[in-house]
């Protein structure tokens, strides 16, 4: 019983009581004009003109849902309320959906909307002037209720009783006007296919987008700030003994600040939705000044090139570096020190990459070299060489070494 009476002490049901007067309000001045047919064709009987009043006012109420701003405040409205949680419409819900059913949703919530605000506010109006009314008698006095040619007499103590009651429906009608409204708004004001539709085919986009800059950052400004971490390490090493090297570490974290800052500008301009500049297409030519980097970090470089990879254009080169500074800065941050391989073998039928450095305990670690890891390079650089239909292959090779071996077919649209 306390689950059925607690709707009636909550302010929400009140407030979509107010919602529901209000679209018994918005459809008043309506009125004037189903009326004038009525008024016009006066031989027809009373009941006949009634009827025709109220269809002409639900066509005129149903007509101005046609209109597109009108949707979009009956959404938000709702929402503050009715408390319902209902997205705004999409472009795409502009569209009608199959036989046009979409399109004649929020005309049908205007006409209910008006419908149930109008029987609402008449019943709970007529209910609450009995409440008001009954008590004012005094407690020997008689009130006489009529309908329909029956009468039922109301005296003494009763008329506080059927008071009572009177007040208790109108505060139900309330409920139950709120009640139809909520359930009927997630139908008639929700999105439609089409919009559902929209509203995915946004997601997509925006994860994708997500994606794409989580990738951008993670091998781009996360290959940067290894080796400028490992390069201060060296620098800090190498103050005293060789002042030299340790400027030249220095101007080595400089360069890798400017490069990392470049690509942070770039994707800072995405993620604010602004048009960003030239984006840096950095490609297997920039491969020698990314191995420079490295060798400033303290690191033994042993490139093996063969074929031609500056002739590598497009999709495919970008790709490539991309995969080989991924396989480099885990290089970095989980090698044990030692050359670390990298083979670049550029062919007509595709493009082979290797990344082999040793595994197991660093010798002589040094200050910075443990790096926190997000466990998502190599899941990022298997998406990636998924969406480009090539192979990947990852783990140890022989004692003591860590191989990454990529395989990149040719016919890559750029």
């Known amino acids: 019983m306390i689950r059925g009476i607690r709707p009636l002490l909550r302010g929400s049901t009140y407030a979509g009581a107010l919602f529901a007067c209000c679209g018994a309000l918005a459809s008043l001045p309506l009125l004037p004009f189903a009326l004038l047919p009525a008024l016009g064709w006066r031989s027809a009987p009373e009941s006949v003109r009634i009827a025709l009043v109220l269809a002409l006012w639900a066509a005129l109420v149903g007509v101005a849902g046609l209109a597109r701003p009108v949707r979009r405040v009956l959404v938000v409205s709702a929402r503050r309320l009715l408390r319902v949680p209902l997205p705004d419409p999409a472009a795409g819900g502009r569209r009608a959906g199959p036989l046009g059913l979409d399109r004649w949703r929020t005309p049908l919530w205007l006409v209910l909307h008006a419908a149930v605000g109008w029987t609402g506010a008449l019943a709970s109006g007529v209910l609450f002037l009995m409440a008001v009314s009954l008590p004012g008698n005094r407690l020997g006095g008689e009130v006489r209720l009529s309908l329909n040619g029956t009468s039922v007499r109301v005296s003494g103590g009763w008329s506080w009783a059927v008071a009572a009651v009177c007040l208790l429906l109108a505060v139900a009608v309330c409920a139950l006007a709120t009640k139809i409204l ?151 941050r989980h090698g044990a020190g030692g050359p670390i391989g990298v083979r670049v073998a550029a062919g007509p039928d595709g493009l082979d990459l290797t990344v082999v450095n040793r595994t197991g305990v660093r010798a002589s670690p040094g200050p910075g070299r443990a790096f926190p890891t997000s466990g998502h390079g190599l899941a990022g650089l298997a998406e990636r060489v998924r969406l480009l239909h090539g192979e990947l292959q990852a783990g140890p090779d022989g004692t003591g070494h860590w191989r990454l071996a990529v395989r990149l077919p040719a016919r890559v649209s750029a």
């Open 182 to 332: 909520r359930w009927s708004a997630p139908r008639l004001l929700g999105p439609s296919a089409a919009e559902r539709l929209a509203l995915a085919a946004e997601r997509e986009l925006l994860l994708a987008e997500r994606n794409r800059i989580a990738h951008e950052l993670h091998d781009s400004i996360g290959h940067t700030l290894t080796a400028a971490t490992i390069q201060a390490a060296v620098a800090g090493e190498l103050l005293c003994a060789d002042p030299a090297a340790a400027r030249a570490a220095m101007r080595s974290i400089e360069e890798s600040a400017r490069a990392a800052l470049e690509d942070l500008d770039y994707v800072l301009g995405v993620l604010r939705e602004e048009q960003p500049g030239t984006a840096p297409a950095r490609t297997l030519t920039d491969l020698p000044e990314l191995l420079d980097r490295l060798r400033h970090a303290g690191a033994v470089v042993e490139p093996e090139l063969s074929g031609e990879p500056d002739r590598v254009q497009g999709t495919l080169s970008r790709a490539a570096y991309r995969i080989l500074q991924e396989g480099l800065t885990n290089a970095l």
